[in-house]
């Protein structure tokens, strides 16, 4: 279950909450003030390596088309001898 924070306009509290996706919203803070709101903030994610995506997960074209040209010229060559 997630945790959201909310945070009370009329006295300044801020406080988490762990709700399930389908709980509504709290209305009121723990001091019993009305009108509380969500507080939204940037999630935590850290990408390490030197070239995320393109040079760790992902092979260029032209390494693909190279194989393919060698194993043809090799297949030419041993058929010539």
Excluded at 12 to 33: M, S, V, Y
Excluded at 48 to 64: A, C, L, P, Q, V
Aim: hydrophobic share 20%.
């Amino acid at each position: 279950m997630p945790v959201y924070e909310y945070e009370c306009p009329v006295c300044g509290i801020r406080f988490e909450k762990q709700q399930r996706f389908t709980d509504p919203p709290l209305e009121t803070c723990p001091e019993g003030h009305p009108g509380i709101r969500r507080v939204f903030s940037p999630a935590g994610i850290i990408f390490k390596g030197d070239g995320w995506y393109i040079t760790e997960s992902r092979k260029s074209r032209n390494s693909g088309d190279k194989g393919k040209s060698e194993s043809a010229s090799g297949t030419s060559t041993s058929e010539s001898d």
